[in-house]
């Protein structure tokens, strides 16, 4: 069974820059879109960033300008590009994705059907 597997996470101070890496466990798997969530102590899960195969991205307000998603094609590698980064960046950051083609890039966590366990980020002020 495939799986998700996040790395990259870590503390920083305030304005510093992190990169995330998404991987499936099997070459195989071929979804269409791969997004980026994270979920803040006492906070529900959001969406921050989306790529599909096609290329096209869509991000979260919160990180606009500060977060670049991105993608290996040929070793199925979602990345996060994390800069400029704040307290409130602070989460455990998910990667998700779906074969489903939807029309949209969404960050609707029902819309993704695999999930990895995570990796933390800190940000300290």
């Known amino acids: 069974q495939v799986q998700l597997a996040e790395s990259g996470g870590g503390s920083v101070q305030s304005g510093g820059s992190l990169t995330l890496s998404c991987t499936p466990s099997l070459s195989a798997y071929q979804p269409y879109w791969m997004a980026w969530f994270r979920q803040a102590p006492g906070k529900g899960r959001e969406g921050v960033a989306v790529?599909?195969?096609?290329?096209?991205?869509t991000y979260a307000d919160s990180v606009k300008g500060r977060f670049t998603v991105s993608q290996d094609i040929t070793k199925k590698t979602m990345f996060l590009q994390m800069t400029d980064l704040k307290p409130e960046d602070t989460a455990m950051y998910y990667c998700a994705s779906t074969r489903t083609d939807w029309s949209y890039a969404s960050l609707e966590i029902h819309d993704y059907n695999l999930w990895g366990q995570g990796t933390a980020v800190t940000v300290s002020s």
């Open positions: 790529i599909g195969k096609d290329g096209r991205t």
